[in-house]
């Protein structure tokens, strides 16, 4: 153990985070929040905000649904829809920028609207993950508006291998449901109904009924 943590890469100060003992720059200007006044919100997106605000006692923990509100209503978090949720919210646009480029699932540049997300992880790659992500790919590589890629993991190993698809999870795929799966995406069709995990049969009877 001692030998391996001689290896470790450190900085100054035998840290292991660079710029940590950097005092912070007092001569920048502050962050400033927009001016909810000035600064113009699609109404549809400002109440989208507000609803999110109201479920939660303090307002950061708004930021998540915040972000996703404008990734909708733009298709990625842009700089705008970023600096419109933060007049909102009444936090900067850096705060949360921060949370956005931390997350995997928001989009930092403007790309398909039509998300398809394949599992990759070690439940779904056993069971023919890599290769339903390559058919995908091959069906779905030059169709408009459409962005597919693997994705870590995305917490539904009963159905692997599965995919996110608009937020909805489908599973188990096929490599012979695939061109089925690509049209139903590109046309914005329900995606697999009898596959979907939402549609799967509960033994809760009170689930069942919902």
């Not at 700089?79 to 928001?106: C, H, K, N, W």
């Not at 790659?125 to 890629?149: K, M, N, Q, T, W």
């Amino acid at each position: 153990m001692a030998d391996a943590q001689r290896h470790v890469a450190r900085f100054t100060n035998d840290s292991r985070i660079p710029g940590w003992d950097r005092a912070a720059d007092l001569t920048k200007e502050p962050a400033v929040v927009p001016d909810a006044a000035t600064t113009e919100v699609p109404a549809e997106l400002r109440a989208a905000i507000e609803d999110a605000v109201r479920r939660f006692p303090v307002g950061d923990s708004a930021f998540i649904p915040a972000l996703y509100a404008v990734q909708e209503q733009y298709g990625w978090c842009s700089p705008e829809g970023i600096e419109q949720a933060a007049s909102v919210l009444a936090r900067t646009p850096a705060a949360l920028t921060a949370v956005a480029t931390f997350y995997d699932m928001f989009r930092m540049e403007p790309l398909g609207r039509k998300t398809v997300y394949v599992c990759t992880n070690i439940s779904c790659s056993l069971c023919g993950a890599d290769e339903l992500l390559e058919a995908l790919e091959a069906e779905l590589g030059e169709a408009p508006d459409v962005h597919i890629r693997g994705f870590e993991c995305l917490g539904a190993c009963d159905i692997a291998p599965m995919a996110s698809v608009n937020g909805i999870y489908v599973g188990p795929i096929g490599l012979d449901q695939v061109p089925e799966l690509a049209r139903q995406i590109v046309a914005g069709d329900d995606p697999l109904p009898a596959k979907q995990l939402i549609k799967r049969p509960c033994a809760d009877p009170k689930v069942a009924e919902k």
